[in-house]
């Protein structure tokens, strides 16, 4: 079975300071990690995934995170927040249990960024 | 490319009447989702399609629901009849092959039921 944690719901922190958004997971096989941002009114995007190569991965807007399996976390990452990274944020679990078909979402964590 | 298309985008009817959302994938990917979006509830797998086959409808909530594929560029969500509880944002999201991929999505259909 496969499960996927965020551990905060909600991240408030002022423009230019570093973001961290947690995440924790279960998997029984090797597992595609994904970190989703959406936007107000908007579909989700992918900001960046992880598939069994390097464990830290660079995503888009400079955002980036480290897979550690000893501590089954995938943690988001931004060295300066911008006014426009304010939004949800999604960690996303995938693996061969299901064929590969289901993918798992987390609860969400909403980002909010201060002038 | 251009994404996965979902219509309607916002849709505001009267409980008891159908509702029918439509999806059209990206062309070559073989796996298809349907999700709902609420404040309460978050984002819930509804039910997912691989190669035009409903592979898992758990979660599709009750008989009202029906999602079908009748070829691998065309899905629809039915409600009927629908009720106020199943407003919410639907979104329609697709996967080429292999488990490592990622889900594309649509910018979603806004559901208001009054």
């Known amino acids: 079975a496969q499960s996927v944690t965020q551990l905060d719901s909600h991240v408030s922190v002022s423009e230019g300071t570093p973001v961290l958004l947690r995440c924790n997971y279960s998997s029984s096989y090797s597992p595609s990690l994904f970190w989703y941002v959406q936007h107000p009114n908007k579909g989700l995007q992918l900001l960046l995934k992880?598939?069994?190569?390097?464990?830290l991965v660079k995503g888009i807007n400079g955002f980036e995170a480290e897979f550690k399996k000893s501590e089954t976390s995938f943690h988001l990452t931004k060295p300066s927040a911008h006014m426009s990274d304010a939004a949800e944020y999604f960690c996303v679990v995938s693996d061969g249990s299901t064929g590969g078909f289901k993918t798992i979402f987390g609860a969400g964590t909403r980002l909010f960024v201060k002038a | 490319d251009a994404g996965v298309i979902q219509s309607p985008r916002h849709e505001v009817t009267e409980m008891g009447q159908e509702v029918t959302l439509r999806c059209k994938p990206i062309?070559?990917?073989?796996?298809l989702f349907w999700y709902r979006q609420t404040m309460m509830r978050g984002l819930e797998l509804l039910i997912y399609?691989?190669?035009?086959?409903?592979?898992?409808d758990s979660g599709m909530p009750e008989d009202r629901f029906s999602a079908k594929m009748p070829n691998a560029s065309f899905s629809t969500l039915k409600i009927q009849p629908s009720e106020p509880r199943d407003s919410a944002v639907y979104f329609c999201?697709?996967?080429?092959?292999?488990?490592?991929?990622?889900?594309?999505f649509g910018e979603g259909s806004r559901l208001t039921v009054l």
């Open positions: 399609f691989n190669n035009n086959v409903p592979i898992d």
């Open positions: 992880y598939t069994s190569a390097a464990t």
């Open positions: 062309s070559g990917h073989n796996s």
């Open positions: 999201a697709s996967k080429g092959t292999g488990n490592t991929g990622e889900l594309f």
